[in-house]
């Protein structure tokens, strides 16, 4: 069996098997439009930080996997906070100066990798045996003969690879966090004891709703007086109830036809010109792009394209999907290395990002600029400037100033000096800025020899002519005009007739920096809401917003829900708490038919049966099903043999009879797994609470909408 189908046989781990390939497909096909940007892959930005779609395809698909059955928009919201929650943690572990190395990656790779679950890279203990694995690694990357299952080995690693980098930062903050936040061996042995208590019983269970049957009767009067006692706790909010009909607007058939001998005429234009950038910047919507990318990045119909077509000047397209015109032009190609081992020495200033000292960035400038003259004069002083002048100490204590193989498509900035360009060659010494300081930047070896392309892409939208957002507009005033009188149900039934898109009965809540109307998507939730709480509104008011697409969205204000005390919605939650109060005044005015009597004669007066030797138990606190907390706790500390008083349980009245208690931990030592057990349910506590807080304090933006 292959190493593929053995990380298939771990179904938990099915999500990473995902291929990059297929983020083209999935998606609404408006997503073509990201892999031609700048940054084509950025949903979503946390104090600054960008958050990527295919980190958030890799939750969503590893949610979506085990959560079968729930709807899509939960999965989604749960897979961004995921993301929101890690991206925070690292943030503060970069800020606390937390860094990771060589060694903190294969430790994580040796415990929580995908690849540390299949036996043929464990030893004999089940450990995972790195050497076994370095040396697979070395054979999947040594074979020239690359076919489908060897590629998608491949994009197996570089998935795995980069979500274990992600994660090093935050589990190194949070194991510093819980450093110390330990249980107590009291505790433990006090929670294993709890697990480990029994007692047996007899027992009569009468359930609420019987009682309230055959002996009590709540009147409405009952509900009104104790609402009128507790009137803080049973305040109702301030709510609305909106539909909405949305209206999109769509380009007309001449709008498409007329845009089709456009796009013709466009691209023999931009066939025949050498203005490449300006003929971009001038027709696209997106902004020229100057970079130069490797095969595989590239979006996939452009990695097809040029395995055909890799002639300078070679024209991509025309292509159309989902009103979306792409035309493509092959404006660049060149050879770089792809690896590149740089050594650096930094000089760093007090403007600049985790700086070591107070000089100021003209004296930075200056120490910088006499370092690289003089290291391009004579070579052999670099070493000795980095051991001495390098504000960079970790990389000077660890690896000299080495900053380890860098990756063409991992590249950091590096101003006007391309570490990776064919010309630059071993030895090459290059100055630059950037928000840690001054660089000056050796380079000490290159490999892997990389064609890279560049690509003039313009991209159209075809959107609505005038004429046609003018008729657009028409039927919306007629729709209205037709439905003005219209109940909600009528209102929502002939837009559907109509076939435009409904949403019906949404609850919403006027609270500030909380304006969502859960599936709208238009990004007018803030003014509808505003609108829906204007004093002048009243039940059945209608109202047409328009979106910066053109699209119209006529909402119906259905119900107007004000402060104050709902009874009928009340009734259900406070007739156990008043049925609960009646029964405490019947047994107490009645304590000689119950106090001292057995099980039978109770049983005999209720009519109900007996259940025999029941066995509880302490910790869980369960019966039949149910935690009844009360019922055990009286369990435990009843006389043996003696009927209870009427004990007031969550799902109805009980009486119990304690026959016997029994205890079956044996050996203290178990306590060191209860610790454990005890430890990590602490740590996820605390876990979560501190994300939410750093969370509420952090700047998210999150741009799921346009995507």
């Known amino acids: 069996m292959s190493f593929l189908e053995k990380i298939r046989k771990n179904t938990w781990l099915i999500f990473f098997l995902i291929s990059i390939s297929l983020v083209f497909f999935i998606l609404d096909p408006n997503i073509i439009l990201k892999f031609f940007s700048k940054n084509p892959n950025v949903i979503g930005k946390v104090n600054g930080d960008d958050i990527y779609l295919e980190e958030y395809l890799s939750y969503f698909r590893f949610l979506k996997r085990f959560r079968e059955g729930t709807p899509d928009y939960l999965l989604k919201d749960d897979a961004w906070k995921l993301l929101v929650h890690e991206k925070v943690l690292n943030q503060q572990a970069e800020r606390l100066g937390i860094q990771k190395t060589e060694k903190d990656f294969w430790d994580t790779m040796e415990k929580q990798s995908i690849y540390s679950k299949i036996i043929d890279f464990q030893d004999e203990k ?80 009468i359930p609420y709703s019987e009682i309230d049957n055959k002996y009590f009767c709540i009147k409405s009067n009952d509900i009104r007086n104790y609402i009128g006692i507790n009137k803080y706790l049973y305040k109702k909010e301030d709510l609305r109830n909106l539909s909405f009909v949305i209206i999109r607007s769509h380009p007309s058939l001449d709008d498409e036809k007329n845009m ?31 970079n130069f990318y490797l095969k595989k990045n590239l979006p996939i119909p452009l990695q097809y394209f040029i395995e055909k077509n890799n002639q300078i000047g070679s024209m991509f397209g025309p292509v159309k999907e989902n009103n979306i015109y792409i035309i493509a032009k092959l404006t ?72 380890g193989w860098i990756k063409y498509g991992e590249q950091n900035n590096t101003g006007n000096f391309d570490i990776f360009s064919f010309r630059n060659k071993i030895g090459k010494v290059g100055l630059f800025e950037t928000k840690f300081g001054y660089h000056i930047i050796r380079i000490d070896d290159k490999k892997d020899l990389q064609p890279v392309y560049q690509f003039s892409i313009i991209i159209k939208k075809l959107i609505p002519s005038k004429k046609t957002e003018e008729s657009i507009y028409r039927n919306v005033i007629r729709f209205i005009k037709e439905n003005k009188t219209s109940n909600l149900n009528t209102f ?25 109307i859960h599936g709208l998507n238009t990004g007018l939730d803030k003014e509808i809401i505003n ?74 007066f209720f009519s109900k049966k007996i259940n025999k030797y029941c066995k509880i138990n302490f910790y869980y606190s369960m019966i039949e099903n149910y935690q009844e907390p009360k019922v055990v706790g009286a369990a435990f500390s009843s006389k043996l043999y003696e009927t209870s008083k009427p004990i007031l349980g969550n799902r109805g009245i009980f009486f119990i009879r304690p026959l016997k208690r029994f205890y079956t931990y044996k050996n203290p030592s178990y306590f060191s797994y209860e610790i454990e057990y005890l430890n990590s349910f602490l740590r996820k506590s605390i876990l979560e609470k501190l994300g939410d807080v750093l969370i509420k304090q952090s700047k998210i933006k999150d741009f799921r909408k346009n995507v």
């Not at 559907?496 to 909380?514: A, C, D, G, H, S």
Request: overall charge positive; proline content about 2%; hydrophobic content about 35%.
């Open 126 to 205: 089940g450990k995972m045996d790195i050497n076994k694995f370095k040396l697979y690694l070395s054979n999947l990357y040594r074979n020239n003969n690359i076919n489908s299952q060897i590629e998608e080995e491949r994009n197996i690693w570089d998935s795995e690879k980069r979500s274990i980098n992600r994660s090093i930062l935050s589990k190194k903050y949070v194991e510093m966090l819980m450093y110390g936040l330990n249980t107590s061996s009291i505790e433990a042995e006090l929670n294993y004891k709890e697990k480990n208590s029994f007692s047996i019983i007899d027992y009569i269970f």
């Open 260 to 290: 089709n001998l456009k796009i013709k005429e466009l691209f023999h234009e931009f066939k025949h010109s050498n203005y490449n950038s300006i003929i971009v910047s001038r027709e696209s919507e997106k902004p020229f792009d100057s």
């Open 332 to 403: 660049g190609k060149k050879i770089i290395h792809n690896l590149v081992l740089p050594r650096q020495i930094l000089i760093c200033h007090k403007k600049s990002i985790r700086f070591y000292n107070r000089r100021s960035k003209k004296e930075a400038e200056r120490i910088a600029k006499n370092i690289y003259n003089t290291v391009k004069k004579n070579p052999e002083t670099f070493n000795s400037f980095v051991m001495k002048k390098s504000d960079d100490f970790f990389h000077v204590k660890k690896n000299r100033g080495s900053l």
């Open 492 to 516: 929502i039934n002939n837009a559907r007739k109509k076939r435009y898109e409904t949403i019906f009965l949404e609850e919403i809540k006027n609270v500030p920096w909380k304006w969502n």
């Open 531 to 604: 609108w829906s709480y204007e004093k002048k509104r009243k039940k059945g008011d209608i109202k047409v917003f328009s979106t910066v697409n053109k699209d119209y969205v006529i909402v119906f204000l259905s119900k107007i829900q004000k402060k104050g005390f709902p009874i009928e919605e009340l009734k259900n939650n406070l007739i156990p708490i008043l049925i609960n109060k009646k029964i405490e005044n019947f047994f107490s005015k009645n304590r000689k038919k119950f106090f001292h009597k057995n099980l039978e004669d109770i049983a005999l």
